[in-house]
C-alpha cells in the first residue's frame, strides 16, 4: 500500500534507510527494484511528489523495451504482465509543409535510429504504476505526496538525506493552525531521479558545480493530449511523427501521434525552449497542429480526455554533468540522459536506474555521504552513453533551420552513423534568446501601443486554454469540445485580468493627463438648474449622525457643476436610477434585468495553477429552470479567481446564492484547484442581464448614460468591460466634438455614435441569448449553438423574458426546501467569515443607508415568502430575530457590500438603497 506520510507525521523526526530515491519514475522505481533483486535486505524508500504514483508522469510513449528485458527478462510471461500491450504496427513520418499540405517520407529512408518496429504505444504513467507494485512487493516503501523541500548535508559538506516540506504556512512565513513540521528521510546513499529540471537536482548540481565541464542543459516544452476516438478512426499500434508546420522552419520541434490500445491517440507537440519570437505560444501552436488533415482525420469524432504540459531535457550528449556527489548520484532525466532524436528516454533512465542501484550493492558497506565515482564509469562503458554520443549532433544541427537538420539527419543515419570526427553545439540560454519586439478591442484603440508602454496596464496572463462544462450533479460533468464553441464565446486573444488593477492603472494615465479624481466621494444627488436640466451633483455630507444631528466633525458636501455629467456608476447605480425614473429614459425598452455575481480570489500552490486557464460551468449547483453559471479564471502569479452568476429571477425564495457558490467549490471540476489553496478575498456585486432589449435612452438634458449604468454587458460573452470602456470614448468624444457644449445641453449625437458602433452590433447579436434560458438551461444552451454557428444573431424574431425580479417568487408553502451543508472552513465558509476578507466597513453612527420606504414591507415578506432577504443578501445584512412580540426584521447596515441586490430582489420593493457615509463599503483588493 502507498504511504502518505503527510498524513501521519505529526512532529518532525527521522527516518533512516540505505537509500533513498528521490522520484518515482522509470528511473527511480527501475533502481529500487535492482537493488531489491540484487540484495532483499538494503532497505530502501522512493519518495514521490504527486499523490498517486504515475501522477505527474507525462510522456509520448513509444516505449523502447530494451532496459524492460534487462530488468524483467520474461515479463511477457509474467502472470501480472507490464501494461505493454500495444506494439508498433505502422511507422509514419511526415513534414507538414503548411496547414494543409504535407509529405510522407518513405519507409525506406528512415535512419535505423529512429524506426519503432519492435517498441510499444504505452502510457508511462501506467507503466510506472506497475512498476511501483513491483518494488512495493519486493519491499519498498513508496511515500506518495512527499515532495523533496531541501537537501541535508552532514558536517563535512556530503548528502546523507532529504528534509520533506513543512505543512500549513501561511502566505507571510506564519505557522497556522494546521502546521505540520515535515520529516528528515536520512540515507548512506541518495538517487534523484526527479526528472527534467528537478528542484532538489538543481541544487545539487549548482551546489558542487556538477556542470562545470558539460554543455548547460537545453530545453523543450511538451504538450500533450489524450482522445477517446471511435474504431473506425483507430489503428492500433500506428505511430505517426511530423515535423514543419505549425512552427516556423527555425523554431526547433515536432509532433508525435501514437494509437494505444484501446481505441485512445497520444497526440504531443514539442516545442524547443530556444525559439526566438516572445509572441509564439506553444499552446496555440497545439491547438493549430490539430487542425492538420494528417492529425484531425482521427480526431474529428473523438474527445480529448486529458491534457498536460512538461519540460525535458534537450541538451543530450554534450549536457551530461559529472554524475557522482558525495552521498549520491544522479539518474534518468535528472541526469539528461533523453536521446533527442530517438524522442525516447524511458529506456536510458531505466538502465541507469539500474546502474545506480548495481553500484550501490556493489560496495559492502556504503558508508554515509560516500561518493561512488564506480556509477559514473558503469554509465559510460554502457550503451546509454554510445547511443547519446552516436545522436551528440542532432540537434544542434537544426540550429540554421529544419531542412539542415532533416538533412543532417539522414547524413548521420545512413552514413556517419554518430562517428563523424566533429561536433555541433547549440545552446542558447532559452530565457534570453527571444528577439525584441519591434483582441483587448477598446484598449487596442484607446492605447493602440499599449504592449509598448514603459509602464504597460495589468494585463499579464493571456488565455491559455478555455473549458466549457455542464455539471450534471456534484460529482459528473460533461466538457463541451472546444470546435462546438461559437467564436462569440472564446477567449483566445484575451486576457484573465483584475478589473480593478486596470482601473488603478487607467487612474494613473488619467491623472497623468490633468484629471482631477476625487475618491472618497459619493454623489448624494443631481442638481437640475431652474429648465430641469442636470448641471451637476452633490456630494454626500461628512460627520451626521444616525439620528440626523451634526457631529463634531461634521463637513458639508460640495456642489460639482458641469456642463456635462456622464453617469457611469455601474449596474442599479443609485444617480443613475434617479435619473432614469426622472426622464423615464426606460420608457422605450424593457426593463433592465440582474443577477448577482458572487467571486472569491484564491491563492493555490503553482502545481494546481495552469496560467491563462479559463473554464465557464453551467448547470448544478443550481437548478435547471434557475439562470446562472460560473467562472474560474487562472491569473497570474497563482491566482485563481472564482465567481458564481446567479439570475436574480429565480422563483425558490429559499435558494440562497451564497451557499449555491459555497456548494459549487465541492465539485470536482471546481475543488481540484482549491484544494491546496487559500482564500484570500470575497465580494459581491448585482450585474445587469437584459442586454439589447434593456438599453434605455442613453441622453438626457446635461448629461449621458455609459458603462453598465447603460446596461451594455453582453450576457453571451459574459463581458462587459470592452464595451464600458467604448461606450466612455464614444461619450467623450461626443462631447468634444462639440465647439461649445452649453450647461444642461442634451447631446443626442451619442446615442447615435453607440448605435453605429460594435457595442450595438455585438449586443443586438445576441439579444436573444438571455430570453432562451426561460424554459430551463437546456433550451438555452440549444439555442445558445443554433445563434452562435447557424443565425449568428440574424434570426428575425426576439426572444423577451424580462420578469421582475421582486414579484418572481413562489410563495412559502409552495416553494422546495434547500438544505445547505456546513462549511468547513477550508474550502467553504461560514458568511461572516468570508466578508471579512472583503474589507468592508462603514461608520457605525451614521443615517442608515439602507431605508425601509414600506412598513409592512418585512412582516408581509416573512408571511408570504419566509423572508428570503435572509438568504439573497451575500452580506447577511437581514435577519429575523425573535422577539416577544415574534420575529422582528433586523439590517446590518455595517455589513454592506453595496451590491444592490436588495434594491432589486426584495419583495415588495420596500427598502431603497442609498449612498452611505463617503468611504464606507467593502475594499476590494486584486477582484
Excluded at 418 to 439: A, M
Amino acid at each position: 500500500m502507498l504511504k502518505k506520510i503527510t498524513r501521519f507525521l505529526f512532529s518532525r523526526e527521522k527516518i533512516q534507510y540505505d537509500v533513498l530515491i528521490v522520484g518515482a519514475g522509470p528511473a527511480g522505481l527501475s533502481a529500487a527494484i535492482r537493488i531489491k533483486e540484487i540484495d532483499p535486505n538494503k532497505s530502501v524508500v522512493v519518495i514521490e511528489k504527486s499523490g498517486t504514483l504515475g501522477g505527474h508522469i507525462l510522456s509520448g510513449n513509444c516505449f523502447q523495451p530494451t532496459a524492460m528485458n534487462e530488468l524483467f527478462p520474461n515479463w511477457e510471461k509474467m502472470e501480472n504482465k507490464p501494461p505493454l500491450d500495444t506494439p508498433v504496427t505502422e511507422d509514419h513520418f511526415h513534414i507538414l509543409w503548411n496547414e494543409k499540405l504535407s509529405f510522407q517520407i518513405p519507409h525506406m529512408f528512415y535512419p535505423s535510429t529512429i524506426r519503432n518496429h519492435g517498441n510499444y504505444v504505452i502510457s508511462l504513467g501506467d507503466l510506472c504504476v506497475w512498476m511501483g507494485e513491483q518494488a512495493q512487493a519486493l519491499g519498498v516503501d513508496i511515500f506518495t505526496s512527499t515532495s523533496g523541500a531541501r537537501v541535508i548535508f552532514d558536517e563535512k559538506d556530503r548528502v546523507i538525506g532529504v528534509a520533506t516540506g513543512d505543512m500549513g504556512i501561511g502566505k507571510k512565513g506564519e505557522k497556522k493552525s494546521n502546521y505540520q513540521e515535515g520529516i528528515d528521510i536520512i540515507a548512506n546513499q541518495t538517487i534523484l531521479c526527479e526528472g527534467a529540471r528537478g528542484s532538489i537536482t538543481e541544487r545539487v548540481i549548482e551546489k558542487y558545480n556538477l556542470r562545470q565541464n558539460c554543455e548547460p542543459q537545453s530545453y523543450g516544452i511538451g504538450l500533450k493530449e489524450v482522445w477517446e476516438v471511435p474504431a473506425e478512426d483507430f489503428k492500433s499500434g500506428l505511430v505517426q511523427h511530423t515535423v514543419g508546420w505549425p512552427l516556423c522552419r527555425n523554431t526547433y520541434g515536432g509532433s508525435f501521434l501514437y494509437h494505444k490500445n484501446t481505441n485512445q491517440i497520444h497526440l504531443g507537440l514539442v516545442v524547443g525552449l530556444d525559439y526566438e519570437n516572445p509572441n509564439l505560444n506553444p499552446y496555440q501552436e497545439f491547438q493549430n497542429l490539430k487542425r492538420h488533415p494528417k492529425i484531425s482525420r482521427y480526431l474529428k469524432n473523438g474527445t480529448c480526455i486529458s491534457y498536460g504540459a512538461r519540460v525535458l531535457n534537450e541538451g543530450g550528449y554534450f549536457s551530461i554533468p559529472k554524475l557522482t556527489f558525495p552521498g549520491g548520484m544522479l539518474a534518468g532525466c535528472s541526469a539528461g540522459f533523453l536521446n533527442v532524436m530517438k524522442i525516447k528516454g524511458s529506456h536510458n533512465a531505466m538502465k541507469s536506474g539500474m546502474l545506480a542501484a548495481e553500484t550501490i550493492c556493489a560496495k559492502q558497506n556504503v558508508e554515509p555521504g560516500q561518493e561512488l565515482i564506480e556509477y559514473e564509469n558503469a554509465i559510460k562503458s554502457s550503451w546509454i552513453y554510445d547511443e547519446l554520443y552516436r545522436s551528440r549532433n542532432f540537434k544542434g544541427s537544426f540550429k540554421y533551420n529544419i531542412y539542415s537538420g532533416l538533412f543532417y539527419g539522414a547524413f548521420d543515419g545512413f552514413i556517419s552513423k554518430g562517428r563523424e570526427p566533429w561536433n555541433i553545439k547549440s545552446h542558447v540560454k532559452e530565457s534570453e534568446s527571444y528577439l525584441t519586439k519591434d483582441k483587448a478591442t477598446a484598449m487596442n484603440e484607446l492605447f493602440p501601443n499599449w504592449e509598448k508602454m514603459e509602464n504597460k496596464p495589468p494585463l499579464d496572463t493571456p488565455v491559455t486554454e478555455d473549458h466549457f462544462h455542464i455539471l450534471w450533479n456534484e460529482k459528473l460533468s460533461f466538457q463541451i469540445p472546444h470546435m462546438f464553441y461559437p467564436s462569440t464565446i472564446r477567449n483566445h486573444g484575451n486576457y484573465v485580468i483584475s478589473l480593478g488593477d486596470l482601473c488603478v492603472w487607467m487612474g494613473e494615465q488619467a491623472q497623468a493627463l490633468g484629471v482631477d479624481i476625487f475618491t472618497s466621494t459619493s454623489g448624494a444627488r443631481v442638481i437640475f438648474d431652474e429648465k430641469d436640466r442636470v448641471i451637476g451633483v452633490a456630494t454626500g455630507d461628512m460627520g451626521i449622525g444616525k439620528k440626523g444631528e451634526k457631529k463634531s466633525n461634521y463637513q458639508e458636501g460640495i456642489d460639482i457643476i458641469a456642463n456635462q455629467t456622464i453617469l457611469c456608476e455601474g449596474a442599479r447605480g443609485s444617480i443613475t436610477e434617479r435619473v432614469i425614473e426622472k426622464y423615464n429614459l426606460r420608457q422605450n425598452c424593457e426593463p433592465q434585468s440582474y443577477g448577482i455575481g458572487l467571486k472569491e480570489v484564491w491563492e493555490v500552490p503553482a502545481e494546481d495553477f495552469k496560467s491563462g486557464l479559463v473554464q465557464h460551468t453551467v448547470g448544478w449547483p443550481l437548478c435547471r429552470n434557475t439562470y446562472g453559471g460560473s467562472f474560474l479564471y487562472h491569473k497570474n502569479t497563482n491566482q485563481i479567481h472564482l465567481g458564481l452568476v446567479v439570475g436574480l429571477d429565480y422563483e425558490n425564495p429559499n435558494l440562497n446564492p451564497y451557499q449555491e457558490f459555497q456548494n459549487l467549490k465541492r465539485h470536482p471540476k471546481i475543488s481540484r484547484y482549491l484544494k491546496n489553496g487559500t482564500c484570500i478575498s470575497y465580494g459581491a456585486r448585482v450585474l445587469n442581464e437584459g442586454g439589447y432589449f434593456s438599453i434605455p435612452k442613453l441622453t438626457f438634458p446635461g448629461g449621458m448614460l455609459a458603462g453598465c449604468s447603460a446596461g451594455f454587458l453582453n450576457v453571451m460573452k459574459i463581458k462587459g468591460s470592452h464595451n464600458a470602456m467604448k461606450s466612455g470614448m464614444l461619450a467623450a468624444e461626443t462631447i468634444c466634438a462639440k465647439q461649445n457644449v452649453e450647461p444642461g445641453q442634451e447631446l443626442i449625437e451619442y446615442e447615435n455614435a453607440i448605435k453605429s458602433s460594435w457595442i450595438y452590433d455585438e449586443l443586438y447579436r445576441s439579444r436573444n441569448f438571455k430570453g432562451s434560458f426561460k424554459y430551463n438551461i437546456y433550451s438555452g444552451l440549444f439555442y445558445g449553438a443554433f445563434d452562435g454557428f447557424i443565425s449568428k444573431g440574424r434570426e428575425p424574431w426576439n426572444i423577451k423574458s424580462h420578469v421582475k425580479e421582486s414579484e418572481s417568487y413562489l410563495t412559502k408553502d409552495k416553494a422546495p426546501q434547500i438544505k445547505y451543508e456546513k462549511p468547513d472552513g477550508k474550502l467553504t465558509f461560514d458568511l461572516l467569515d468570508n466578508l471579512t476578507r472583503s474589507g468592508t466597513n462603514h461608520e457605525h453612527d451614521q443615517p442608515a443607508h439602507l431605508k425601509v420606504i414600506k412598513e409592512s414591507g418585512p412582516k408581509e415578506s416573512l408571511n408570504l415568502y419566509d423572508g428570503p432577504e435572509q438568504r439573497f443578501c451575500p452580506a447577511k445584512v437581514y435577519e429575523f430575530i425573535d422577539t416577544k412580540e415574534g420575529k422582528k426584521l433586523q439590517i446590518n447596515a455595517q455589513n454592506c457590500l453595496h451590491c444592490k441586490t436588495c434594491d432589486i430582489k426584495m419583495p415588495k420593493d420596500y427598502i431603497r438603497w442609498t449612498v452611505p457615509e463617503a468611504g464606507g463599503g467593502p475594499n476590494y483588493s486584486g477582484m
